[in-house]
């Protein structure tokens, strides 16, 4: 294990030492300044000369499992039907409030599928209110289960796609 860090070091110390290339900041004597900005002056990245961009860049839609993401042509879903989540009776008590996040994906009949929470407001809240905070979380699951969609498309034809979405719980 140590023989790979070692080597590692070594790899990494060659690379910092001895540039490939010179730096853009300091333009050789025998070379003229450039007409157009490099792509490196633009704040674009720059390859060594032993690498080369892909000539493809690999795309994103669909990923494995067939699912796309709204953009790169496809068209995102829109709420047709939404009820209201309902406000625990715990979390009113507590004067509990916040947004829930939610990830799910909208399949091809635009029906929310794999509902599930990625940011809970039981992370905002203390020990105490725990609890009823993720009651909310759970309102929040079961309401977006309840929506209705258009589905996504993509050139005309109904896809699946991820989407997030927030659900807000306010006190008045």
């Given at each position: 294990?140590?023989?790979?860090?070692?080597?590692?070091?070594?790899l990494f110390?060659?690379q910092t030492?001895?540039?490939?290339?010179?730096?853009?900041?300091?333009?050789?004597?025998?070379?003229?300044?450039?007409?157009?900005?490099?792509?490196?002056?633009?704040?674009?990245?720059?390859?060594?000369?032993?690498?080369?961009?892909?000539?493809?860049?690999?795309?994103?839609?669909?990923?494995?499992?067939?699912?796309?993401?709204?953009?790169?042509?496809?068209?995102?879903?829109?709420?047709?039907?939404?009820?209201?989540?309902?406000?625990?009776?715990?979390?009113?008590?507590?004067?509990?409030?916040?947004?829930?996040?939610?990830?799910?994906?909208?399949?091809?009949?635009?029906?929310?599928?794999?509902?599930?929470?990625?940011?809970?407001?039981?992370?905002?809240?203390?020990?105490?209110?725990?609890?009823?905070?993720?009651?909310?979380?759970?309102?929040?699951?079961?309401?977006?289960?309840?929506?209705?969609?258009?589905?996504?498309?993509?050139?005309?034809?109904?896809?699946?796609?991820?989407?997030?979405?927030?659900?807000?719980f306010e006190?008045?």
């Amino acid at each position: 294990m140590t023989h790979l860090f070692v080597l590692w070091l070594a790899l990494f110390a060659a690379q910092t030492t001895t540039p490939a290339t010179p730096s853009p900041s300091q333009p050789s004597a025998s070379q003229p300044a450039p007409a157009t900005p490099t792509p490196h002056a633009m704040g674009m990245p720059s390859f060594p000369p032993h690498q080369t961009t892909p000539a493809i860049l690999p795309s994103l839609n669909p990923d494995a499992s067939g699912i796309y993401v709204v953009g790169d042509g496809v068209t995102p879903p829109k709420v047709l039907s939404q009820p209201p989540p309902k406000f625990s009776e715990i979390a009113r008590q507590q004067k509990i409030s916040g947004i829930v996040t939610l990830s799910l994906i909208v399949d091809k009949e635009g029906n929310p599928v794999n509902v599930h929470v990625i940011k809970s407001i039981a992370d905002t809240v203390g020990v105490s209110q725990r609890e009823a905070a993720l009651t909310l979380d759970q309102a929040a699951v079961d309401a977006v289960r309840q929506y209705k969609f258009s589905p996504a498309t993509k050139n005309g034809v109904p896809v699946a796609v991820y989407l997030n979405v927030n659900v807000n719980f306010e006190i008045f």
